[in-house]
């Protein structure tokens, strides 16, 4: 069945970049009809990625792995999307731990103390994030396998069940209404209900808890450029590929290399949010 369906994936490729009529995947377009057909290139990638991932049944997953192979794979086996999953990898930066270690950890034992932190104590007790005196490679970890990651998270979940004015604090009325309303008419909470409250993994109800769209879906997502790119981009230290944009009023065109040189300039390719 597997198999089946990429073949009927590279049919959905062939047609976009050729020209054939779209096979009976979906009743409507899931992207915009203004959305342009994949290019040569982007037809070969995708091209690529399906006839590996018909030949990962026998090979495991001992082929070289693409951006479109992982993406691919990713869908077809129903993976929920979340960072660590797929192609969701965790963020790159110039200034790592690696790049901190090297000029502050002076006897090279892992840790960066107060003493050999010739910075600022400010930027030092912002680096320290778990406020143990020292920094490590876990204080500058920001992906899903950090468990202050996890805390954080699901510390934040717990703020926005009691803050109910969303101002980001929680008053002494927000506290005691949230506690009348986790204990009732009790008047009071045992250690398996705090264990509930505060240590939630689960996500809150009606959030994080996304419609289920099916895999062909989602393939055609991937196939019109609407749930990333099949490209590579830019690793830490290359040049990002100049572009030119015009503004939402289509009065001015903004290109990238005007600025360099110049001023800092953050760019945002993609948001889920």
Known sequence: MRSLGLISIALLVLSAGQGWPDPPMTSKPVTSKDVPPPGPAQT???GEAIFRALML????DQ???????????AV???DKLSPGVGWYDPSQCRHDWAWLAARYDANGDGRITRKE??????WFKRLDRDGNGVITADDLDWSQRSEWVRRDERSLRLLRAIDTNGNGRVSEEEWLAFFRKMAGEKGALTAEEFREIF???RPEPGKGMAKKVSKEV???????GDLGSPFKGPRVGERAPDFTLPTPDGKKEYTLSDFRGKKPVALVFG???
């Open 44 to 46: 070969r990638l995708w």
């Open 57 to 60: 049944r026998s090979w495991d």
């Open 63 to 73: 082929l070289p792995s693409s951006d479109a192979l992982r993406m691919l794979v």
């Open 76 to 78: 077809q086996r129903g």
């Open 117 to 122: 932190f010739t910075g600022d104590a400010e």
């Open 199 to 201: 240590a939630i993994d």
């Open 218 to 224: 989602w393939t055609r997502c991937l196939m019109e």
């Open 271 to 273: 948001s889920f949010t």
